[in-house]
């Protein structure tokens, strides 16, 4: 599976950890984080706001507390989910087909920034009655 750190992260770790006393990261860690679903594939550059997230009468990014109960420690520079993270059950209109997703730190495209992303394994067609879920383990984020 494919996936990084955006563009805007990399930056911001960068400045944050070497030299500059403010940056957009010196504000403290988001209490909360938000999965988002791609009908299109992502790349470093892309931010909440590029087109492609998915769309459809029930689709809202999910949010998940960021604490120690729902990420695992991190180990040889990888972290997971730790809980299963279920989106909003699909209903009225489709939501595409969904071939990445991304962990932001706000709840909307007209907020906050893609932090980490990925594609999925596998592409899957999202029609009204389907549920997304990430199961146990799913969301692997990883520094090398």
């Keep these: 599976m494919a996936g990084s750190k955006s563009d805007w992260l ?14 957009s990261l010196s504000t403290g860690l988001n209490a909360t984080l938000y999965v988002s679903l791609w009908n299109s594939t992502i790349n470093d550059t892309w931010t909440s706001t590029s087109t492609g997230e998915c769309a459809g009468s029930t689709y809202a990014r999910e949010a998940v507390t960021n ?20 989106f909003t059950t699909g209903a009225g209109s ?9 962990v932001n730190d ?4 007209a907020t906050g920034s893609i932090l980490y992303w990925g594609d999925l ?14 199961s146990t383990g799913a969301i692997v984020i990883t520094e090398d």
């Design 10 to 23: 990399e930056d911001n770790l960068l400045d944050h950890l070497l030299g500059r006393s403010t940056t």
């Design 67 to 86: 604490s120690s109960a729902n990420w695992t420690n991190s180990t040889a520079g990888s972290k997971q989910n730790k809980t299963v993270i279920e």
């Design 121 to 134: 394994t596998v592409s899957q067609t999202i029609a009204s009655g389907n549920t997304v879920r990430f």
């Design 94 to 102: 489709d939501w595409g087909t969904v071939k990445a997703f991304a």
């Design 106 to 109: 706000g709840n909307s495209t």
